[in-house]
């Protein structure tokens, strides 16, 4: 069935290795509103469009799930949002829906494709046309033109597109001034099985009815891990009363009391924190969020105004306990400083977790240490230890881009290591991450706060029920 009524059908493709084959731990991985779908949907439908969305990597789809789905609506436009993670499945997924309509446009948009556009591009010619950067405008002028008589793109801002099989690149287009002025309210019954398809993650939550908000685009600082290919240096953000709006919009019609602000950097500006704190507690929203947090950005002040406002849990980027890694990412917070603010934090009754990276160019087995070290005197609740992995859009990326192994893309997903450390052999590099894990967990207070979580909800225990279940079930 043709669903002429539809302008776009937009796809969050499998992600990894899910592309191909259930994971049983499905159930425990906490799985995220695809934020920028959800954005890009209100904003056509603001403006008399039509969007449908498939979430697969929420709903754990695999690729040839999500085909059968694509066919069901056999749309003639079809438009996938991909992280470098995901860019090989949605290139897969592409190329098998154009072999089964030759005739539909196909769309490529997200982290990936904006940090090396042309590459992409010539890699995957599955994809027609790409939407680079921020992609609200832009995707709406596209799906305007498609639609029109004319067929000459080259007008339209921030795209590349084919012509003859050479790539044209159009001019860039300016960020959005005013977010919330621009952009709507996000429409979330737009999302199949909302709230219920989108679970936190597990045994580190205070609730199972969750919802992401991102309140801001773009950050200050400039680690060299990180990408910002999408919204760049430059710091917008929402108002306070939007964000009000949002959470109101969410208690009302889905009963939600747990967001989760997934903002690179939700603290960033003090003075829209504070107002966004004091909104929260003069409405009396009663509710509890989590965030991410700079240390440099936070004071005892703000720390006691975030707990008044609900917050449950923050995030540090404490990437390596020693000066040298933090150097060489760039970093510009100070050790003393972040277990002040982390050990603070945690006094005053906010969980913290702390975000580690391990393995990068410069890791030897000292700076590991002195990482060990450092969680010895941190009070966290909990740490989330990455793999080291040179991201396209990342300044390790460039530096490194040479070496084949990179276009592995879907094994660049902080699960993985890549032989970019020449310090430390593979194998014994895989065993120091687990003496880091295992370091941390036999921790007494941290067992103890971790039994607190799982004993403290039912849904955390049939999650992992589920798991097991599956994993004995072979499902
Ligand atoms: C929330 C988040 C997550 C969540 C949820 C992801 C999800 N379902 O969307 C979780 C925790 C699961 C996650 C996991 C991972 N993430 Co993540 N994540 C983010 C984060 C912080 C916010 C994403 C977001 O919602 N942004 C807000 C929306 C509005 O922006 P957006 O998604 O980019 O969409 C805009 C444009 O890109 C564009 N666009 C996007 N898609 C499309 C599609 C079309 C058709 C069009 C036209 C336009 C378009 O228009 C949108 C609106 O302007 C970003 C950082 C960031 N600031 O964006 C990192 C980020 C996307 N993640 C990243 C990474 C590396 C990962 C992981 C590999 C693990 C890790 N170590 O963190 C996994 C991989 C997951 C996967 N399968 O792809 C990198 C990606 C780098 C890259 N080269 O692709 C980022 C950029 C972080 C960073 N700064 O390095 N992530
Ligand atoms: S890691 Fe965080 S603080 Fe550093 S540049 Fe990226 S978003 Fe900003």
């Known amino acids: 069935m043709n669903d002429n009524s539809l302008d776009v059908l937009l796809v969050n493709p499998p992600s990894g290795s899910a592309g191909y084959t259930k994971s049983p731990w499905r159930y425990v991985l906490s799985s995220n509103v695809s934020y920028g779908l959800l954005s890009l949907s209100s904003y056509l439908t603001k403006h008399g469009m039509n969007a ?104 339209i801002k921030g795209i590349i597109f084919r012509e003859n099989s050479k790539l044209i690149r159009t001019a860039p287009r300016q960020f959005i001034e005013n977010l919330s002025d621009t952009l709507p309210l996000p429409d979330w019954s737009i999302l199949p099985d909302f709230p219920k398809a989108y679970q936190p993650p597990i045994f580190f939550s205070p609730s199972s009815r969750v919802a992401t908000l991102v309140t801001s685009r773009g950050c200050p600082y400039s680690c060299n891990f990180c990408n910002k290919s999408v919204f760049g240096n430059n710091y917008r953000s929402f108002t306070a009363e939007y964000i009000i709006e949002c959470i109101k919009i969410l208690s009302r019609d889905y009963n939600i009391n747990y967001f989760l602000f997934y903002d690179d950097n939700f603290t960033v500006d003090k003075q829209r924190l504070t107002n966004i704190c004091d909104l929260i507690i003069k409405s009396n929203l009663n509710i509890s969020f989590s965030c991410d947090a700079h240390v440099n950005t936070l004071t005892p002040e703000i720390i006691i105004l975030l707990k008044r406002a609900g917050c449950w849990s923050i995030s540090f980027g404490l990437e390596s306990g020693s000066r040298k890694i933090l150097e060489s990412f760039g970093k510009t917070s ?9 050990n603070l934090t945690h006094s005053n009754g906010i969980r913290t977790k702390g975000l580690f990276i391990l393995g ?46 990179i276009e592995l893309w879907d094994t660049l997903n902080g699960t993985t290591f890549t032989d970019i450390n020449k310090n430390i052999p593979l194998d014994i590099l895989e065993k120091e991450y687990y003496r880091v894990l295992k370091y941390f967990y036999n921790n007494k207070h941290v067992f103890a706060e971790h039994l607190g979580y799982i004993l403290g909800s039912s849904n955390n225990v049939l999650r992992l029920s589920k798991s097991f279940a599956c994993k004995i079930a072979h499902c």
Do not use: W
């Open 52 to 155: 449908a969305i498939i979430d697969s990597s929420a709903h754990s789809y695999t690729n040839a799930e999500t085909l059968e789905i694509v066919k069901r609506y056999d749309p003639a436009c079809i438009a996938f949002s991909a992280t470098t993670t995901s860019i090989s499945n949605a290139a897969y997924l592409c190329s098998r829906i154009k072999e089964l309509n030759p005739e539909i446009i196909t769309i490529i948009g997200g982290s990936h494709v904006s940090s090396i556009p042309e590459r992409t591009m010539q890699l995957f010619k599955s994809f027609d046309i790409a939407v680079l950067n921020e992609g609200e405008l832009t995707l709406s002028e596209l799906l305007k033109r498609l639609k029109s008589s004319r067929s000459d793109l080259s007008d």
């Open 334 to 342: 100070d050790l003393e400083k972040a277990r002040d603010i982390v």
């Open 360 to 405: 990068s160019p410069e890791e030897t087995l000292g700076t590991i240490d002195e990482t060990i070290d450092f969680i010895k005197n941190l009070k966290l609740s909990t740490i989330n230890l990455s793999k080291f992995a040179p991201y396209p859009g990342t300044k390790y990326y460039d530096m490194l881009q040479h070496d084949n192994e």
